[in-house]
């Protein structure tokens, strides 16, 4: 499979970090297409335990290629400290294996302090981002206006930048937001010392990304968040400024749409989100505080807890036909191992009207679950390595989600949160699935 995109299918969290973890092992080269440190993506191996945040999570196979790829906004500050924290824990990040694209965005010191203050400014109307200045850092991107990786090592062009835009930015920190400006001289001495310290990092990942195609290498585009947080195809406004969807990942690494031959959708085993926008299955009972202490659901960027609930179809259907699944990969399932009924939401209802797909979000506001009910299995099912080993009754709601997903086999199930706790499944058991 040389191109393989791995694309959140729901809300963001659905386990990407783990499956592209585990799809290193057998890939040249991974590349993080979109998005930035507002990604947490947990990743549980024999280094250890990780959330990454901007590394692609190719990061732990010393003979894979981490592209951080154009579609990015990369904070320079936060590439430092989870390069430290993967140092520290033993992993190597030498620059003939990690490369930030000189494309990239970069996310400035103001654009995380003005994505805070926007926030509280909306006030009862925040939409509850993860305040890591992403949605400013694409504004300047999309205004034309962003400072690029390749940037912060031209001093002359960084003075002549910073000079342009940092009144600006003054003038709205000062004028609407009533805060500090801040020092150009600081500024420009900060940029200047992370260009220095990322310089062997910085590339035209181009030739990069292209010799790896011509020679038909692996490759794996690592999606960020889910498509329900797409800016075009999500929650819109309740969304992030980039296209986490597959169409995203070709525009973001820089590979021909054709070129990506297997699209695999992560899908949670239940629904879960962070930040505000509808969730039309989401629980406010004990039970959904049932699925956040067992599913341990406390997001891995910003530690708040997350809105959980049952797995919701449509969702998951909207986003295969957006993103072309050629399979999923079903995860956590062995957070439904004690429960003795499980509910799917297989339509919504609008107003007495029946919806089978995704409407728009003011109407989706009003979307209420339509469930059917399956039977638990209540037995662990983490020990289990292949698709006989799982309850009959976890096999059925497998099944039923693979084709509530519009016909899509399963490839993968999640049975904990450990590279090891990983069942695959060959076409003969997906069939089955
Ligand atoms: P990502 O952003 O899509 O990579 O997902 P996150 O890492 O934010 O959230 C997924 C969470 O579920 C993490 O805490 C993972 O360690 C955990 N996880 C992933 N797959 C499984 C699984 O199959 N079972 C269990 N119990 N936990 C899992
Ligand atoms: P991963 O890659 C879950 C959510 C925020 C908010 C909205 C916009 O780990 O799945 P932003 O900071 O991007 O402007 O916030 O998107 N959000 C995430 N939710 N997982 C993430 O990343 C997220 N990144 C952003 O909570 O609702
Ligand atoms: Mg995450």
Not at 98 to 116: C, K, T
Not at 122 to 135: D, E, F, H, L, V
Not at 164 to 190: A, C, G, I, M, W
Not at 394 to 414: D, K, P, T, W
Request: negative net charge.
């Amino acid at each position: 499979m040389p191109v393989t995109a791995v694309v959140g299918a729901q809300w963001g969290d659905e386990g990407k970090g783990r499956v592209v973890d585990v799809m290193a092992s057998q890939a040249h080269m991974v590349i993080r297409f979109q998005g930035g440190d507002n990604a947490g993506h947990t990743v549980v191996n024999n280094h250890g335990k990780f959330a990454l945040h901007l590394f692609p999570c190719g990061i732990f196979f010393p003979h894979v290629h981490n592209v951080l790829g154009t579609g990015m906004a990369v904070n320079p500050r936060s590439f430092l400290t989870e390069m430290k924290v993967l140092n520290d824990a033993g992993v190597e990040t030498a620059p003939n294996r990690v490369h930030i694209s000189e494309r990239a965005q970069v996310v400035m010191p103001y654009h995380v302090l003005i994505d805070g203050l926007e926030e509280e400014a909306r006030g009862g109307n925040a939409q509850g981002t993860t305040k890591r200045g992403i949605g400013p850092c694409y504004t300047d991107k999309a205004a034309r206006v962003g400072l690029r990786m390749g940037d912060l090592t031209d001093a002359g062009h960084l003075g002549a930048y910073l000079r342009q835009v940092l009144d600006v930015k003054n003038r709205l920190l000062t004028r609407v937001y009533d805060h500090e400006p801040l020092s150009y001289d600081d500024l420009f001495e900060q940029l200047l010392d992370w260009g220095r310290q990322l310089a062997p990092y910085i590339k035209n990942t181009h030739p990069l990304v292209q010799q790896a195609l011509r020679e038909d290498r692996t490759i794996l585009l690592e999606g960020q968040l889910g498509a329900l947080r797409d800016i075009d195809w999500g929650i819109y406004p309740y969304v992030t400024s980039s296209s986490p969807i597959t169409g995203g990942s070709a525009t973001g690494a820089g590979v021909p749409p054709h070129r990506i031959s297997n699209i695999i959708g992560v899908v949670k085993a239940y629904t879960t989100a962070v930040g505000e926008g509808p969730v039309p299955t989401e629980l406010t009972d004990p039970m959904g505080e049932t699925l956040r202490e067992v599913g341990e659901e406390y997001g891995a960027t910003t530690g708040r807890p997350r809105r959980c609930g049952w797995f919701d179809a449509v969702a998951v259907r909207y986003a295969a036909e957006l993103c072309g699944f050629s399979s999923i990969a079903v995860t956590k399932i062995d957070v439904l191992d004690q429960l003795p009924t499980i509910k799917v939401c297989v339509a919504y209802d609008v107003d007495g009207e029946r919806y089978e797909t995704v409407p728009d979000t003011r109407v989706m506001a009003r979307a209420r679950p339509i469930y059917e009910e399956l039977p638990g299995w209540q037995e662990p099912t983490t020990s289990a390595r292949t698709w006989h080993d799982l309850p009959p009754n976890a096999q059925a709601y497998l099944a039923r989600i693979s084709e509530l997903a519009g016909g899509v086999n399963i490839c993968m199930v999640g049975v904990g949160p450990h590279r090891k706790d990983t069942l695959f499944l060959d076409q003969q058991h997906s069939e089955v699935a």
